[in-house]
């Protein structure tokens, strides 16, 4: 499985911008997904997943009430819609993917929990 994120790019404070990560090869809905991201000179954190019926979700704090996560198990597509941006979003945003079958909310919410990620999609917010 490959995961190709993309839809990062420069936007104001305030604005809004949707990622995307769509998934090829030995596909499967069943995974669930997250995205994290990573600032210049910090670790990489989470941000959001989601389950494989997209009943479950979880976020990080910081983004809770601005970003939402959701998916099309049509397309294998996984969204990161990010409203309200502000400058300390700005990071490369990275999905992944958990093909392991236990899934629960700790290993939804940490880098350990997933076993395949994208290439990252750079997002930059100016003040």
């Known amino acids: 499985v490959q995961l190709q994120a993309s839809g990062g790019g420069l936007v104001q404070a305030g604005g809004s911008l949707r990622l995307s990560c769509a998934a090829s090869?030995?596909?499967?809905?069943?995974?669930?997904m997250g995205w994290f991201r990573q600032a210049p000179g910090k670790e990489r954190e989470f941000v959001a997943a989601?389950?494989?019926?997209?009943?479950?979700?979880y976020y990080a704090d910081s983004v809770k009430g601005r970003f939402t996560i959701s998916r099309d198990n049509a397309k294998y597509t996984v969204y990161l819609l990010m409203n309200s941006l502000k400058p300390e979003d700005t990071a490369v945003y990275y999905c992944?993917?958990?093909?392991?079958?236990?899934?629960?909310?700790?290993?939804?919410?940490?880098?350990?929990?997933?076993?395949?990620w994208g290439q990252g999609t750079l997002v930059t917010v100016s003040s």
């Open positions: 992944a993917a958990r093909v392991r079958p236990i899934v629960t909310r700790a290993t939804m919410m940490g880098t350990a929990g997933y076993d395949i």
């Open positions: 090869g030995r596909t499967s809905s069943n995974y669930a």
């Open positions: 989601i389950g494989w019926g997209a009943g479950s979700t």
